[in-house]
Every structure is written in structure tokens, then in C-alpha cells.
């Protein structure tokens, strides 16, 4: 499987942002996808999830951040509003099938002030 990302650039505080990220290869049913960022000199961490439909997203970005898929393109993406400059991060692409998980290649996203 292969995560191709895309949709990060610079915006300035209380903009928006899309990004994307379709899976491409043998996918099965049951898979998992979702954004992990990382700041720098900080660990990566979980921006949300979208598991059988259901969305989560974490509580630093719960209500400015929408995370939702496209099942026929097996796509998922991540509407960011309001954008603050602590979300300035390399934003991953994270899918899970099977007991594998599999990353993009990071897309950065920088919040000016």
C-alpha cells in the first residue's frame, strides 16, 4: 500500500487548509486511516482517526479540524479552520489494515502569525 498526500503550504493564523490522502494498492475492508503531525522538536502525535465511518479527532484540534474519507477512493481527508501557529507540523498520512500500518511521506503545514 502506498500513501499519497497531498493539500499542505503556508497560511496565515485563522485560515484553512485541506489535506489529502488517497491509499493505493491492495485495500481490504476494515482499514483504518487518519493524520498523525509532528512540530518540531516535539513527537509525533494523533491529529484524528476515521474508523468504520466514525470519526475522532483530538481534543487540540476538536472543532476546528474535520476528518473524513471517501470509501470509493479510499481517500481520506482533513479540513483544518482557524488555523493557529502551533499547528504549524509535518502532517502524516496514517492507514492501518490487517495489523500493518503504512505512512505518507509528510506534507508540511506553517501558521504564520
Known amino acids: 500500500v502506498q500513501l499519497q498526500a497531498s493539500g499542505g503550504g503556508l497560511v496565515q493564523a485563522g485560515g484553512s487548509l485541506r489535506l489529502s490522502c488517497a491509499a493505493i494498492g491492495n485495500i481490504f475492508r476494515g482499514n483504518v486511516m487518519g493524520w498523525y503531525r509532528q512540530a518540531p522538536g516535539k513527537q509525533r502525535e494523533l491529529v484524528g482517526t476515521?474508523?468504520?465511518?466514525?470519526?475522532n479527532t483530538a481534543e487540540s484540534v476538536a472543532g476546528r479540524f474535520t476528518i473524513s474519507r471517501d470509501n470509493t477512493e479510499n481517500t481520506v481527508y482533513l479540513q483544518m479552520k482557524n488555523l493557529k501557529p502551533e499547528d504549524t507540523a509535518v502532517y502524516y498520512c496514517y492507514f492501518n489494515q490487517r495489523g500493518l500500518a503504512y505512512w505518507g511521506q509528510g506534507t508540511q503545514v506553517t501558521v504564520s502569525s
Open positions: 476515521i474508523i468504520r465511518g466514525n470519526p
